[in-house]
């Protein structure tokens, strides 16, 4: 059975994991992060990732959370009311459970990207929510892996694992050195033909027949405000628009990167 610990100091070290200290401070002093809400540490957990402890709200333990519980007997959670853990975390518990876990190494692109055909591959997308959206359209649309350039937000960080539902542990990604047009050529040289989600130059529809028919294919997506780099759209086969009505000219990169999955994947379905 569990340790149940609770939380009279707030100081306590053992809970720095779940204090506002930096997720990059998390992340390269103590090789953790934080997932949060019962999907998504089940999710982790069925994906091989080991627990360090869990923060709960005191029903939570009994209730809705009492498989994981079970689940993860050798490791401490510390407990106290919603109203101690707000002050702790400073913010409100999705769920009333945390579980601050341990990273795996991230994987080399040769290795998840061997028999895959269809990936995203992410170039300096910093916004949290954006990452774990297009991480859970790439899960359901069936994308194989995604990768992202070392510019990117860190795919395990608390937001976006919560906003992927998880799916960051389900799919397979690692990132790769953003040095345009270099890396683009990286994966042309894996087989992959590379289009970028652009506006400018030649284009061709998310639905062109020759574009849709490759066998393996390599999506790039840029940030919000300047998209993709000149020199990775130049260095790319296809430059690829969806095509829009009424005066819109683009979509937020979540959403374009569901309809363009939609769109590369039909062929599976």
Known sequence: MAEIIEIHDLSMPELIPYT???????????GLFIAESPKVIRTALDAGYEPVSMLAERGCITGR???IAERCADIPIYTADREKLEMLTGYRLTQGLL?????K?????????????????LEGIMNQTNIGAIFRSAAALGIDAVLLTDSCSDPLFRRTVRVSMGTVFQLPWSFIHESSPEYVHTLDAMGFVCAAMALRGNTVPIDDRKLCAEEKIALFFGTED???????????????KIPMSNGVDSLNVAAASAVAFWEIGKRQY
């Open 20 to 30: 506002n200290t930096s997720e990059l401070e998390l992340m390269q002093r103590h």
């Open 226 to 240: 300047s998209g993709l780099k000149p020199e990775t759209i130049g260095a790319c086969r296809y430059t690829v």
């Open 105 to 121: 190494p991230v994987p080399d692109i040769t290795d998840i990207l061997a028999g895959a055909s269809r990936i995203a591959v």
């Open 65 to 67: 959370a009492a498989d």
């Open 99 to 103: 579980c601050a876990m341990r990273r």
